[in-house]
């Protein structure tokens, strides 16, 4: 069975809503986080026996913060051990990666919900502290901080 095949059906049995792109073996799905909504996009490299998932929001990073938001990531980045945030420098989207090597295996349900979800979950993290550092007055240190903070 292929890996799109199996991607496909641990989403269903577990009742996601999603649509797919089966000639290039794409999978999006909206999800609400706590903090604001993504689009998650898994993309199944069926040579490379990979699984790709890059979560995005619908927010453009202005292009005089860009740079700013590069300190920020780069900050973040260095703790991060699940997934990275990358940003494209021209339009100023901006996603959090994860990434899965199954070499000769076949993925486990628990596999594909933790590449999700880890891309979720640690976009939402980092989310509050990337507005404020965008639309407020924080630095990026102060901005990474903010999101690492107990209180």
């Known amino acids: ?23 290039n073996e794409i999978i999006r799905l909206e999800i609400r986080g706590i903090n604001t909504d993504f689009n998650s996009f898994l993309f ?20 005089s913060k860009r740079l700013e938001v590069c300190d920020f990531m780069s900050r973040v980045n260095y703790e991060l051990v699940n997934g990275n945030f990358e940003m494209d420098m021209d339009n100023g989207e901006i996603r959090y990666r ?23 979950l640690g976009f939402d993290t980092y989310y509050p502290g990337l507005m404020k550092l965008v639309y407020g007055d924080y630095s990026a240190e102060e901005a990474a901080a903010f999101c690492t903070e107990d209180s």
Do not use: R
């Open 1 to 23: 069975m292929s890996l799109f095949k199996v991607l496909y059906e641990i989403l269903s049995q577990n009742g996601w809503e999603f649509d797919f792109d089966n000639k």
């Open 44 to 63: 199944v490299d069926e040579d490379q026996e990979s699984l790709l998932c890059n979560t995005h929001i619908n927010q453009k990073i202005p292009p």
């Open 98 to 120: 994860t990434y899965l090597d199954l070499a000769d295996a076949k993925p486990s349900q628990d596999q594909i919900l933790n590449i999700v979800w880890n891309g979720v």
